[in-house]
């Protein structure tokens, strides 16, 4: 088993003037584990460790499936928390299924890892994604709506996922992901990411242009039609109440 020790240090807390993540450390950060156990769910037998570390005060979390130390292409998930998707089932995003599928995946493997982030609204928090979705309902799409309020088109940071990655000791992974940022920063941060697993789900009538936007204005990858010549055209419609995604 992972172990659960290493060096203490004290949390940091939260600085940062319009984000709730905190000030960035300097170095890279470091994660610990700080508790563990067994996890059966619905999708699999999973052990869960909780980590603390010295970037932000957020407890995160990683699901794990089989003998992951020293593993190399081992399938992972970073997965940003996203309560309105994940708890609720919002037909807004895509959160919910995304989380699923990938648990299910795992849960079926040899081995594999989900790690559970918690940066609620891509990194600016509940009530500021709630702010977003009410400019989304006058016709803003997502990046413009994170702009309006001051923030970036995406706050998240995989550098505590990276600290949490090299903790548990796997030599390298396949990540299950549509967006480059994350290969780009967790490669940056000294993760080897063996290949790409595309991770998409089927759009609905809620999540259409969110998706479209996701692609046409982020880069996301996608094959099955999430950024269609349809989709883009439609960010030049009138947006419906509720319609345009988080």
């Given at each position: 088993m992972?172990?659960t020790?290493s060096?203490?240090?004290?949390?940091?807390?939260?600085?940062?003037?319009?984000?709730?993540?905190?000030?960035?450390?300097?170095?890279?950060?470091?994660?610990?584990i700080?508790?563990t156990?067994q996890l059966?769910t619905?999708?699999?037998?999973?052990r869960?460790?909780?980590?603390?570390?010295?970037?932000?005060?957020?407890?995160?979390?990683a699901?794990?499936?089989g003998?992951?130390?020293?593993?190399a292409?081992?399938?992972?998930?970073?997965?940003?928390e996203?309560l309105t998707?994940?708890?609720?089932?919002?037909?807004?995003?895509?959160c919910r299924g995304q989380?699923?599928?990938?648990?299910?995946l795992?849960?079926?493997?040899?081995?594999?890892?989900v790690?559970?982030?918690?940066?609620?609204?891509?990194?600016?928090?509940l009530?500021?994604?709630i702010?977003?979705?009410?400019?989304?309902?006058q016709?803003?799409d997502?990046?413009?709506?994170?702009?309006m309020?001051?923030?970036?088109a995406?706050?998240r940071d995989?550098?505590v996922?990276?600290?949490?990655l090299?903790?548990?000791?796997?030599?390298?992974?396949?990540?299950?992901?549509?967006?480059?940022?994350?290969?780009q920063?967790?490669?940056?941060?000294?993760?080897?990411?063996?290949?790409?697993?595309?991770?998409?789900?089927?759009?609905?009538?809620?999540?259409?242009?969110?998706?479209?936007?996701?692609?046409?204005?982020?880069?996301?990858?996608?094959?099955?039609?999430?950024?269609?010549e349809?989709d883009?055209?439609?960010s030049?419609m009138p947006?419906?109440?509720?319609?345009?995604?988080?």
């Amino acid at each position: 088993m992972i172990s659960t020790q290493s060096m203490p240090f004290e949390l940091q807390g939260i600085h940062a003037a319009n984000s709730p993540r905190a000030a960035a450390a300097p170095g890279r950060p470091q994660a610990r584990i700080v508790a563990t156990a067994q996890l059966p769910t619905e999708f699999g037998h999973f052990r869960a460790y909780v980590f603390h570390n010295d970037r932000d005060a957020f407890e995160h979390v990683a699901l794990v499936q089989g003998e992951i130390e020293g593993a190399a292409d081992v399938p992972t998930r970073l997965h940003s928390e996203c309560l309105t998707g994940d708890a609720f089932g919002s037909l807004r995003c895509d959160c919910r299924g995304q989380l699923e599928s990938s648990l299910r995946l795992v849960g079926a493997a040899e081995r594999g890892i989900v790690l559970y982030l918690r940066q609620e609204g891509r990194g600016i928090g509940l009530a500021n994604k709630i702010r977003a979705y009410e400019l989304q309902e006058q016709g803003y799409d997502t990046v413009d709506a994170n702009l309006m309020l001051g923030f970036a088109a995406d706050e998240r940071d995989y550098a505590v996922a990276a600290a949490m990655l090299r903790t548990l000791g796997v030599a390298s992974v396949a990540l299950m992901t549509n967006n480059p940022d994350k290969i780009q920063q967790l490669s940056m941060a000294g993760i080897d990411v063996s290949r790409r697993l595309a991770h998409e789900m089927a759009p609905n009538a809620h999540n259409r242009f969110y998706l479209a936007t996701k692609a046409r204005r982020s880069g996301h990858l996608f094959a099955k039609g999430g950024a269609s010549e349809a989709d883009t055209q439609a960010s030049c419609m009138p947006a419906s109440a509720g319609g345009r995604g988080s």
